[in-house]
């Protein structure tokens, strides 16, 4: 029902900002909770950010609290990841999820885009 394009990932310095999109088509976007996890080879995905379907709502990993942002345009069916003071344990394929909530649950993911931070 809904197809994620992640986009914005690259390579980095410690300290550093990026700047993650994630495109979505399909479904109506608004109707959808969105949220960024990562994954590194040999670890499980973890929870990044969430945000809620007005945008009114986020949550947030304690590891990057302070530090990152998520947003979303609802016009442009965009969901956005701003990462701050980027440190190297950042470094991760980072993933979009949306989930669509009603009388059943709707998981969908993106491919995922690299996040390289060097030291």
């Known amino acids: 029902q809904v197809q994620l394009v992640e986009s914005g990932g690259g390579l980095v310095q410690a300290g550093g900002s990026l700047r993650l999109s994630c495109a979505a088509s399909?479904?109506?976007?608004?109707?959808?909770?969105m949220g960024w996890f990562r994954q590194t080879p040999g670890k499980e995905r973890e929870f990044v950010a969430a945000?809620?379907?007005?945008?009114?709502?986020?949550n947030y990993a304690d590891s990057v609290k302070g530090r990152f942002t998520i947003s979303r345009d609802n016009a442009k069916n965009t969901v956005y990841l701003r990462m701050n003071s980027l440190k190297p344990e950042d470094t991760a394929v980072y993933y979009c999820?949306?989930?669509?909530?009603?009388?059943?649950?709707?998981?969908?993911w993106g491919q995922g885009t690299q996040v390289t931070v060097s030291s």
């Open positions: 999820k949306a989930t669509l909530s009603s009388s059943r649950t709707y998981t969908y």
């Open positions: 399909g479904r109506t976007f608004s109707s959808y909770s």
């Open positions: 945000i809620n379907r007005s945008g009114s709502s986020t």
